[in-house]
């Protein structure tokens, strides 16, 4: 990554070296490194779009076998209704179907260790019919696609100690603010209570 920042004029900064800027005139850019994410600044948002733009020319991920990659999202899928603590990693992989490249299979495999290394983890039902009342949860993050900067709402219900259903969807609509997605999760996670 250095290197290619490097290489499209930016310079590195002497105190923090994750933090990155680059100069024309009178606009500053500047970018920040977070393990595998970037964050810009820019005053100008076409400067911005045109750094992303650059950013997916360097790009050097290649396409999968795209037979392969669905046929092991469906079996995660298929996986998930067993396993909540799946549906929100399944859910974002199952975003790149169209089209997956090698940085999508690399997450796939990265889910398929996760599943090796918790093949006891499921979900355990108990009879203890005095705790049976029905509790539902349901939370979000905001614009966490970075492409259409829809939001992603996960939803759990469980009847006592016992999950009963659970959902992650990407949502239909861009919030403008953290309130509105909490309140788009909430009638999700209602809808869901009234089916």
């Not at 970018?31 to 950013?55: A, H, W």
């Not at 795209?66 to 929100?88: E, F, H, W």
């Amino acid at each position: 990554m250095d290197q290619c920042l490097q290489e499209f004029g930016y310079t590195r900064c002497t105190l923090e070296h994750v933090v990155y800027k680059k100069q024309k005139g009178e606009n500053v850019q500047i970018v920040g490194i977070y393990v595998d994410d970037l964050i810009i600044t820019d005053s100008k948002p076409e400067e911005i779009r045109n750094f992303k733009e650059q950013m997916k020319k360097t790009d050097e991920s290649q396409p999968v076998d795209v037979t392969l990659y669905r046929s092991v999202i469906g079996s995660l899928r298929y996986l998930v209704n067993t396993r909540p603590d799946l549906a929100y990693s399944v859910g974002v992989a199952s975003r790149f179907m169209e089209t997956p490249t090698e940085i999508h299979m690399a997450a796939v495999k990265q889910i398929l260790r996760y599943l090796k290394g918790t093949l006891s983890f499921g979900c355990r039902y108990s009879s203890d019919k005095e705790s049976y009342k029905l509790m539902g949860y349901a939370d979000s993050d905001l614009a966490g696609d970075v492409d259409d900067r829809k939001s992603t709402t996960g939803v759990i219900f469980f009847l006592g100690e016992n999950p009963i259903t659970w959902s992650s969807q990407k949502q239909k609509t861009v919030a403008l603010s953290s309130c509105e997605v909490e309140y788009v999760a909430m009638t999700v996670c209602l809808s869901r209570h009234l089916d």
